[in-house]
């Protein structure tokens, strides 16, 4: 019980944490790409998966089904949810995590505007690099609404390892690099020059500023 303790508040922690600032690994392919593009169609492909969950308009019996083939083809698939309306997690992917149902994603401060701008105007959400610790893997997270007949009925979401983003755009391969987010540094490796490239990308309910140096 213990061991299973320790497993479910890393989970909750991981949702926690991924609310100031939560990354999936859908393939990209595409080497010729800049870093902006690579990018912009990693999680164009990310929400394109998440949404075909959302479509299906699961419930909690039929949640794992629909979520099985992004879990499958997404590398550093860490985790998936359904949520209600009201942030209350509903069900999990994996059942090593069922001690999270029920729980109140709004105890976490850093999600409570998450979860007011999703019942207000639904919309997906990506949230930023989560930095981790000993026990917390970095992970980034992603949300999408399941709407029917025009209302708001749940939420599926997904959370994966930074690392797998990272391997799946570059940023792995590159001497230094910083990802800023509503003006906080949110993930960074190495020491940028005094004038690195940047790019600002307008990302799902978030905006992201990347700041990188080629090279190793």
């Known amino acids: 019980m213990r061991k299973q303790g320790t497993m479910i508040n890393t989970f909750i922690a991981g949702m926690a944490l991924l609310g100031t600032i939560a990354l999936p690994a859908c393939g990209l392919g595409a080497e010729a790409l800049t870093m902006e593009q690579r990018i912009r169609k990693y999680f164009d492909t990310c929400f394109a998966d998440l949404k075909a969950v959302a479509d299906q308009q699961p419930d909690v019996d039929t949640f794992r089904k629909a979520m099985k083939p ?25 059942k090593r995590d069922w001690l999270a149902r029920g729980y109140d994603l709004k105890k976490v401060d850093q999600l409570v505007a998450f979860a007011k701008a999703m019942k207000e105007k639904p919309a997906p959400q990506l949230s930023e690099p989560g930095h981790g610790n000993l026990v917390q893997p970095r992970l980034v997270a992603m949300r999408y609404p399941v709407i029917k007949d025009g209302k708001l009925t749940a939420i599926v979401s997904v959370m994966i390892r930074t690392e797998a983003f990272l391997e799946a755009v570059g940023l792995d391969k590159v001497k230094a690099f910083e990802i800023w987010c509503q003006g906080k540094l949110a993930e960074s490796n190495g020491t940028l020059s005094a004038k690195p490239q940047k790019m600002v990308i307008d990302l799902p309910s978030n905006q992201w500023e990347i700041r990188f140096d080629e090279g190793k």
């Open 70 to 94: 992004m879990a499958d083809k997404t590398a550093g698939y860490f985790g998936g949810t359904l949520i209600d309306p009201e942030f209350v997690i509903q069900e999990v992917y994996f």
